[in-house]
């Protein structure tokens, strides 16, 4: 059992904030039968009753490593008055096992007035935004339609779009949800939609190109980022395609003769990506680089999204928990090689008699 604070600030008395960065426990750290304290942003919060009619709490705490499920068995309706979702909370309490997942039982919490750090709580994108941001006008230099590229530029000049399309995640919950993933996923995506360009020559370059870069653009308006990720008002009435074609239609006002076929396009694009109905698209694909765009997006975002689910998955063994969204379990774990298979001795010895 470890013990995370000084005897829990005053055995769970939670009397002050700790200012030295390193007392802090990150999430993903937390381990079974763990006493902790800490402060952790309240991502959920939900007020329900036992069997016997007693009120108790259950929270979604979360730090930029991960989130964890926390209870409050005693007090609940009182310390539920505190404090609302997206509050940061000092905790202390105890990890422990229930039903196979790790939970913290809270013994006492009190609200934050002022973060001292909020990149505690948020994730970032574990790459460079200085070499996604070069890779990727990299890519949209190869546009060589002068009016495709034109609007692209407009974009890229555009300090206050630009500032926000570094930051912004690309989705509040399941693929690239953490603060650069709107730039690492557009990135991708263009590197996918060059690739695919190349593979298949009766595909418009410029046009699948262009595509990609302003598929996702709207969610610089659909969501806000700063202790959490969540919704705008304009995120939940309009969505981040609807957005995103208002945002090319106010750049190519300031376009002179730009070709209509060519807006018409780009705006299929955008409003089409997410391939049907159900899914959001007002439109479904109509045309062959739409199609191409929606298939990048959507492999994109899964090999992302299921990747991280696979790597945060705390069950022990070979699968993982039961994922709702894909209602199916997953293999953990990758294939190995021959060579990583093979005696340590072994390879050695090989590697000697090629030398001679």
């Known amino acids: 059992m470890r013990t995370t604070a000084r005897g829990l600030s005053e055995r769970y008395g939670c009397t002050a904030l700790k200012k030295n960065p390193d007392s802090h426990i990150w999430v993903n750290e937390i381990r079974e039968e763990d006493e902790i304290y800490g402060s952790y942003l309240v991502r959920t919060k939900r ?53 196979g997942q790790l939970q913290v ?74 603060i650069g993933g709107l730039l690492e996923h557009t990135l991708s995506v263009c590197q996918l939609a060059r690739m695919v360009a190349d593979h298949y020559p009766e595909l418009d370059r410029n046009l699948l190109l262009t595509g990609a870069f302003l598929h996702d653009i709207g969610k610089v308006n659909e969501l806000q980022f700063e202790r959490q990720i969540d919704y705008t008002d304009e995120g939940r009435l309009l969505g981040h395609l609807v957005s995103g074609v208002s945002m090319v239609k106010q750049k190519l006002g300031a376009l002179k003769n730009f070709p209509t076929e060519i807006s018409l396009r780009l705006e299929h694009l955008i409003l089409s990506h997410h391939g049907t109905h159900e899914f959001g698209s007002p439109k479904r694909p109509k045309f062959l680089e739409a199609f191409a765009l929606h298939l990048i997006d959507d492999l994109d975002a899964k090999v992302n999204g299921l990747g991280r689910f696979i790597e945060k998955d705390t069950q022990k063994g070979d699968w993982t928990d039961f994922n709702r969204l894909f209602e199916r379990y997953f293999l953990k774990g990758r294939v190995q090689s021959a060579e990583e298979n093979e005696d340590p001795g072994l390879r050695e010895d090989k590697r000697q008699r090629a030398l001679f």
Do not use: C, Q
């Not at 705490?61 to 609302?84: H, Q, Y």
């Not at 000049?157 to 690239?176: E, G, I, Q, V, Y």
């Open 47 to 99: 007020l329900g009753m036992t069997r016997n009619g007693d009120p108790f709490l259950s929270l979604t705490l979360a730090d930029r490593s991960g989130e964890i499920e926390g209870k409050v068995w005693e007090r609940a309706n009182e310390l539920s008055a505190l404090f609302d979702e997206g509050d940061v909370i000092e905790v202390a309490g105890r990890a422990n096992s229930y039903r």
């Open 105 to 178: 039982t809270l013994s006492g919490l009190k609200v934050v007035k002022e973060v001292p750090d909020i990149s505690l709580f948020l994730e970032k994108s574990s790459k460079s935004i200085s070499e996604m941001m070069g890779s990727l006008r990299e890519i949209l230099g190869e546009i060589t339609d002068s009016h495709m590229r034109a609007l692209v530029e407009k974009f890229l000049s555009d300090r206050h779009f630009m500032s926000l399309f570094k930051k912004a995640p690309a989705a509040k919950n399941f693929h690239h949800n953490y």
